[in-house]
């Protein structure tokens, strides 16, 4: 019951305000639809199916920019933990690039890419790449040494450890890594089929919806995007609980 | 066949702090040592130098057949060595599903074990919602499950009560004199000395020496009474007394 209420408060002051300023008309109603019209859009959207080709499209280069990520990121960070030396060296390059907004690469994955989806998805994949290798690498270097070395004790081979131990230390991190980089290509996702030619996605119907002044329409796809966001990371939160268990506990 | 350990000249500095300046002993193979002195003496040390995880400056170290021995080494720091994504269970059978066993024949290991484990002890929990005691329980199980012939023991039934302590305690011995295992201890606790060992070394403050060697022929198993009898108490004092002069108060 207390998590219900704790889950509920925020949303239901949220909404309040919003009611009371759109029926006071605080701010020009036009620019600023009530809660109500909003949310009744944001149903109409979804039950007519209008907005499905977007969403999919948006969940479509998400999630295969974020199999990138993982597929190569995971891999490559697993290496560089283990070697401090290799890390050594191109720490500089995956800080820099990792700080580095990824929607200032787009002209130029533009060029190397073409127009297409693909310069999108590269352009996603490579930054939210960084950074699961930063986390995941980060997970092995800062593994527990007296785990490790007792383990070691036991007579393993380093595969034997690797499944064992290290593995498993990485784990907590690499879901860390994992989750920030679901968030971020989401907003970068966005970002880039906002303003560069595409003709289905979440962000190219937020700014047609801005050019033809549909409020309701485009406070609903808002709302349609956080959600996406929530709901993504929502999942990690739960693979989280699940499968590092031990987190925070040790 | 005697296989002693034998330590020679050993030498071991941490930055300007000399641990050991040409410390010498031997450990008798087969049987219970316990290495007992002040804080920082390098008692825990000296088990890493033996186990190959700590090289030192200069000295010999024989460790015959290291290679071929079974060995185990429970840490000080036993939380830190459980591994918490496995429970309790899968923690002690570690060391055998390392070495391949069936499924079959760690089950029937562990079943081996039951006697000595409380009741309470929940083997299907993980460490983390285990009490420190129960932890200690789990690594010093995991260091016996392979019959190590050699085992390392640092200071590691600190967080037991005293009737699980005592148990272990028994549990060890039968373990020793089955196994003929040799079985070097390093402790705080005068009683657990005196009731384990063989052979008590007191070690000096830095840098360390061999203070003094005490004898214990009281025979095994020493069980509970033998805690309250006049022989253990002129023991304990002896042990007591050596302690005593290598301190500075």
């Known amino acids: 019951m207390k998590k219900i209420i704790h889950f509920v408060s925020g949303p239901a002051v949220l909404f309040f305000v919003w009611y009371s300023v759109s029926a006071l008309h605080l701010v020009e109603p036009f620019f600023l639809p009530g809660p109500l019209v909003t949310i009744k859009k944001f149903f109409q959207l979804l039950i007519s199916g209008n907005i499905l080709p977007d969403l999919f499209a948006t969940l479509f280069r998400l999630g295969l920019s974020f199999l990138i990520a993982v597929l190569v990121g995971v891999p490559l960070g697993l290496m560089l933990g283990f070697s401090k030396k290799l890390y050594r060296h191109v720490e500089f390059l995956i800080d820099f690039f990792r700080s580095l907004p990824a929607s200032a690469l787009f002209p130029l994955f533009l060029i190397l890419f073409g127009a297409a989806d693909w310069s999108k998805i590269a352009v996603v994949a490579f930054a939210s790449t960084l950074i699961v290798i930063f986390h995941t690498a980060y997970g092995v270097l800062h593994s527990s040494k007296t785990r490790t070395l007792a383990t070691r004790l036991m007579g393993v081979n380093h595969w034997q450890l690797f499944c064992h131990v290290t593995w498993w230390e990485t784990l907590p991190h690499t879901l860390v890594g994992l989750r920030h980089a679901v968030s971020l290509s989401l907003a970068v996702i966005i970002v880039t089929e906002m303003f560069v030619g595409t003709a289905v996605g979440l962000g190219r119907r937020i700014i047609d919806f801005q050019i033809t ?25 739960f693979l989280e609980a699940r499968a590092v268990h031990w987190n925070g506990r040790v | 066949m005697p296989f002693p350990i034998l330590i020679n000249n050993l030498k071991k500095k941490f930055g300007d702090e000399e641990i050991y300046r040409d410390l010498t002993l031997t450990l008798e193979n087969g049987a219970i040592t316990a290495l007992v002195g002040p804080n920082g003496c390098g008692k825990s040390t000296l088990l890493k130098i033996l186990a190959g995880l700590v090289q030192p400056d200069s000295g010999e170290c024989r460790l015959e057949l290291r290679e071929e021995l079974k060995f185990s080494y429970i840490f000080q720091n036993y939380q830190e060595t459980l591994l918490p994504w496995k429970t309790a269970a899968d923690n002690i059978a570690l060391p055998l599903h390392l070495q391949k066993y069936s499924r079959a024949a760690v089950n029937q290991k562990i079943a081996r074990l039951a006697k000595w484990l409380p009741p309470s002890l929940a083997l299907h929990r993980y460490p983390y919602q285990l009490s420190g005691g129960q932890q200690q329980l789990i690594a010093f199980w995991r260091a016996l499950i392979t019959d190590p012939k050699l085992l390392f023991i640092d200071e590691s039934f ?4 005293h009737e699980q302590a005592l148990r272990l305690r028994l549990a060890l011995q039968e373990y020793h004199c089955e196994q003929k295992a040799t079985v070097v201890i390093v402790s705080h606790n005068v009683d657990e000395a005196v009731q384990l060992a063989k052979t008590i070394i007191v070690l000096s403050n830095r840098p360390t020496v061999v203070s003094q060697i005490i004898d214990n022929s009281l025979p095994y198993p020493r069980t509970p009474a033998t805690l309250v009898t006049d022989e253990f108490f002129a023991l304990r004092r002896q042990v007591l007394n050596a302690l005593h002069k290598v301190m500075s108060i």
């Open chain 2, 158 to 161: 600190s967080a037991l009560d």
């Open chain 1, 213 to 237: 002044y549909e409020m309701p329409n485009l406070y609903a796809t808002i709302l349609l995007a956080g959600l996406v966001g929530y709901l993504s990371n929502l999942v990690f939160i």
